[in-house]
């Protein structure tokens, strides 16, 4: 009934057939996915276990390990490299250097209808109730399921996609330049907190901030009022409103006309590269953006990941 146990003492052992568990109290226990990968390293004396959680997701049992590893020093393959990466709903997200832009896969858009579905079939069965002690009925339990393992896959497929854009980027970019989103606020506006949510804007910046240090790349975070959808990238002169209805950015200065996304993308790449020369992030409005909405640690706790 425990959703988690955690292991810290005790027998924690990965056995020699790949294929088996020894944990505390539950004794050997049948793995589904073999050890292989960890069971060399600590064969090869590079990594030691130092606890195990077991825990339940969606009817299907799990064992980690945390684990202490010796990890190999790594250097990105273009190390010299620096990419802007502007994050957004219509496209996820979208490079300073012409890399294919990483297109949105809305995975919870997609499993909406299904779920929708799943969930009026889960309201008409004979359900729990605390007030009076009623305990579920089998029909009931097996609907729950069901819906709970669409909701199970979503996440697992939004997971992925994100680890393999980060990961891509860590290993081949030396620096890696991103926006500080106030993703909190976004949340509160109910016209996009589902959307927002589902691309998961937070959770690519906290893989990028750790998998820059493994691959011994940078990660660099412009700040909250950076303009960087509203100055143009060829003049650095900055337009004072741009409504995001306006997906073109049109400089009324040196005649400029690019997606506003690409634009943002180039100007946050330039920042680190105006920091480097010495002259600074500032801009033609002395400024930046214009500030709406107070700077009082929003964004929670995706803005002070450290890096």
């Known amino acids: 009934t425990t959703p988690s146990v955690r292991f810290t003492t005790g027998t924690i052992r990965l056995e020699d057939d790949r294929r088996h568990v020894t944990l505390p109290v539950l004794g050997t226990i049948r793995a589904h996915e073999s050890t292989r990968k960890l069971h060399r390293r600590i064969a090869a004396g590079t990594a030691v276990v ?5 825990r339940r997701e969606a009817g299907r049992w799990f064992v980690s390990f945390t684990c202490e590893v010796e990890r190999a020093d790594r250097t990105p393959s273009r190390t010299d490299t620096v990419i802007g990466v502007d994050l957004g709903i219509k496209h996820l997200a979208v490079f300073s250097d012409g890399r294919p832009t990483a297109e949105n896969p809305r995975h919870y858009d997609t499993a909406r209808r299904k779920l929708g579905r799943l969930s009026r079939t889960v309201a008409r069965r004979l359900g729990p109730d605390r007030r009076t002690g009623q305990q579920p009925s089998k029909r009931w339990q097996r609907a729950d399921a069901a819906r709970n393992r669409v909701h199970y896959r979503t996440a697992n497929l939004r997971r992925d996609a994100l680890h393999k854009l980060t990961t891509s980027l860590a290993r081949e970019y030396g620096t890696i330049v991103v926006e500080d989103l106030n993703v909190s606020g976004m949340l509160r506006n109910r016209r996009l907190a589902r959307v927002v949510a589902d691309a998961g804007f937070g959770q690519i910046r906290r893989q990028l901030a750790y998998k820059t240090r493994w691959n ?3 990660l660099e975070v412009a700040d909250r009022w950076f303009p960087s959808s509203k100055t143009c990238s060829g003049c650095q002169a900055v337009t004072p409103k741009l409504p995001l209805r306006i997906r073109m950015y049109a400089c ?6 690019l997606d506003r996304d690409e634009n943002a993308a180039l ?3 330039a920042l680190v590269k105006r920091h480097v020369a010495g002259s600074g992030p500032e801009t033609e409005n002395g400024r930046g953006a214009d500030r709406k909405t107070p700077p009082c640690g929003a964004g929670g706790i995706e803005a002070s990941t450290p890096h």
Do not use: P, R, W
């Not at 009324?252 to 006309?257: D, Y």
């Open 50 to 54: 130092k606890s195990a959680t077991v």
């Open 252 to 257: 009324e200065h040196c005649g400029l006309v």
């Open 267 to 269: 100007n946050l790449a």
């Open 216 to 218: 011994g790349g940078t």
